[in-house]
């Protein structure tokens, strides 16, 4: 499928279709890239895979350089069921799931009862005081921002204001809901907000890590890294991509598997260019910021609980800790910065930012000893990212995560922004990418009029169950 042919001609010379096996090149070995690559392998296609980075996985990235993994993407599985797309293949392959938090967890990610929340001057805030704050839960018609729609619910009812401690939990909880989305509160939909689909069981952290899930979906396939895509010319007879240093790829169809922020960036050509409709989606889907400043300490100093929260007069101000000696035995730390905060965290040097991130905790255990290693994320300046994941903006439709997953010609869309049901997740960019490969087949095998020759070789469908524990 490689091509020595580097200009964009009308018609491709390569006719990828004269080739005895139907071919695809998929851009981005994230989940959704791996996964749609595994099944049209499976499929029987001559598929490349071209990434941008030195390695796999994209927004899943577990590091091993502590001496044990620690995840500085995606560490959860959302919904911890049978229902979740990913359960099949966590189950079979044995891996430890430590569930943090349970169902009904819809605004504010976790539960209430995980958590331990200390005001600045360390005194702890007892829980009547957080469950009054579910009062500010009220149904609005027209879109707005969350954060305007509850200064509207306190215009209406200013009995609800809530002063002090009580109005310091409620910037928590929005701290919290702005983790959810990577974007601050004042741009997230209050009409889209919860239009997702939240699976049951909870939230289950990977305990030895998402990498062994990617590394089994990529068996076997043929990864070109350090390929950074940068122009697609598609025509009738296939599609020709091109990477940093000339080379070209030429095969019947392409599966587009890069982050939003990246499309958003305009650093690939399409040519010809994506029709308005589609460039209108990619521009008008949100995409936010969500960072991991990971402190490795020598010792555990504090309570033995799932996360630590620090409430304060902001959302900007209060700070998320998650404890991940709780469900790996190792005295870690997990600070979890997300919009205009990570923003500004990414602007500083590492040093800088795994300071700021033990300033915060010093806050509530002044005798918190320092840590020994740290490592910081980078999602929303890396080029190969430009964010974190998606989120629905102020005014804008929810199908625009339909509009972005829709096929143009040859080219098949997958990846978190591309699903509707579970956008921003390694479940939905896993089933984006089945849903691409399966679009991708039908498409390419109708030209070749041989439906019935390839059918899909199907994983197993026993149904392993999960190992899910809560110490
Ligand atoms: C800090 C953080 C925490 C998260 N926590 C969770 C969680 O706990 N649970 C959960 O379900 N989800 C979580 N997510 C979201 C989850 O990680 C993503 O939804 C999912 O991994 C996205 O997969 P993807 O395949 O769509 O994109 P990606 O994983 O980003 O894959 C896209 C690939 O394209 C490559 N690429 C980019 N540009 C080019 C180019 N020009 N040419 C070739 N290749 C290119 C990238 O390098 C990357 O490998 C988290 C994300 C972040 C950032």
Same mark, same amino acid.
């Given at each position: ?6 200009k ?12 005895t096996?139907p071919s ?8 959704a890239?791996?996964?749609a &690559?595994?099944?049209l392998?499976?499929?029987s296609f ?6 941008s980075?030195?390695r796999i996985?994209?927004?899943v990235?577990t590091?091993y ?6 995840d500085?993407?995606a560490?959860?599985l959302?919904g ?5 797309p ?5 189950g ?9 938090s ?17 005001d600045?001057?360390?005194?702890q805030?007892s829980?009547?005081?957080?469950t009054k ?9 027209e879109d707005?921002s969350?954060q ?5 619910v ?6 609800l ?9 409620l910037?928590?909880y ?7 989305? &990577?974007?601050? &509160? ?14 049951p069981?909870g939230?289950?952290l990977?305990v030895r890590?998402?990498?062994p899930v ?6 076997g ?12 010319v598609r ?20 599966v587009i598997a890069?982050p ?5 960036s305009?650093?690939i050509?399409f040519?010809p ?9 990619i521009n008008?889907l ?14 555990v100093?504090w309570?033995n ?13 209060c ?19 997300s919009?205009?905060?990570?923003r500004?965290?990414e ?6 930012a795994a300071?700021f ?13 320092s ?8 999602w ?9 994941y ?7 439709p929810?199908?625009?995560?339909d ?16 699903s509707?049901d579970y956008?921003g997740?390694?479940?939905g960019a ?8 399966e679009?991708?087949?039908m498409?390419?095998l ?11 070789v ?12 809560r110490?």
């Amino acid at each position: 499928m490689e091509s020595k042919d580097n200009k964009s001609n009308r018609q491709l010379k390569t006719s990828p279709c004269s080739t005895t096996s139907p071919s695809v090149i998929v851009i981005g070995a994230g989940f959704a890239g791996i996964t749609a &690559a595994c099944a049209l392998h499976d499929a029987s296609f001559q598929v490349v895979l071209l990434e941008s980075r030195d390695r796999i996985g994209g927004r899943v990235h577990t590091d091993y350089s502590f001496g044990f993994p620690v995840d500085l993407g995606a560490s959860w599985l959302h919904g911890v069921c049978k229902e979740n797309p990913l359960a099949p293949l966590i189950g079979r392959l044995g891996l430890p799931l430590y569930r943090t938090s349970g169902d009904n967890s819809v605004l504010y990610d976790h539960d209430l009862e995980s958590y331990a929340l200390f005001d600045m001057d360390g005194n702890q805030v007892s829980q009547d005081l957080v469950t009054k704050t579910d009062l500010v839960r009220q149904e609005f018609s027209e879109d707005m921002s969350i954060q305007r729609a509850i200064s509207i619910v306190f215009e209406r009812r200013p009995d609800l204001r809530l002063e002090g401690i009580g109005h310091k939990v409620l910037q928590w909880y929005l701290c919290r809901m702005e983790g959810w989305f &990577a974007a601050d &509160a004042d741009t997230i939909s209050l009409k889209c907000w919860d239009q997702e689909e939240l699976l049951p069981g909870g939230h289950g952290l990977m305990v030895r890590g998402y990498l062994p899930v990617i590394n089994t979906l990529a068996k076997g396939l043929d990864i070109r890294l350090s390929h950074r895509v940068t122009e697609i010319v598609r025509r009738n007879n296939g599609v020709k991509v091109t990477v940093e240093d000339g080379k070209t790829f030429v095969a019947d169809a392409a599966v587009i598997a890069i982050p939003l922020g990246v499309l958003k960036s305009k650093c690939i050509k399409f040519e010809p260019r994506l029709p308005e409709w589609k460039e209108a989606a990619i521009n008008d889907l949100g995409v936010g910021i969500e960072n991991k400043i990971i402190l490795h300490f020598d010792n555990v100093f504090w309570p033995n609980v799932e996360f630590l929260g620090v409430v304060a007069e902001t959302s900007y101000e209060c700070s998320y800790f998650l404890n991940l000696h709780k469900a790996t035995g190792h005295s870690v730390l997990v600070y979890m910065p997300s919009g205009k905060l990570a923003r500004d965290i990414e602007k500083m040097s590492d040093e800088a930012a795994a300071n700021f991130a033990f300033t915060q905790l010093k806050r509530i255990l002044p005798n918190a000893s320092s840590p020994i290693q740290h490592l910081v994320s980078h999602w929303g300046t890396d080029k190969n990212s430009l964010g974190s994941y998606s989120y629905d903006t102020v005014g804008k439709p929810h199908d625009l995560y339909d509009r972005l997953r829709i096929p143009v010609d040859n080219l098949f869309f997958a990846g978190e922004a591309t699903s509707m049901d579970y956008p921003g997740s390694v479940h939905g960019a896993y089933s984006t990418g089945l849903m691409a490969a399966e679009d991708c087949r039908m498409r390419v095998l109708e030209r070749y009029g041989e439906l019935d020759l390839f059918p899909p070789v199907m994983g197993e469908d026993v149904l392993v169950p999960l190992l899910i524990s809560r110490r």
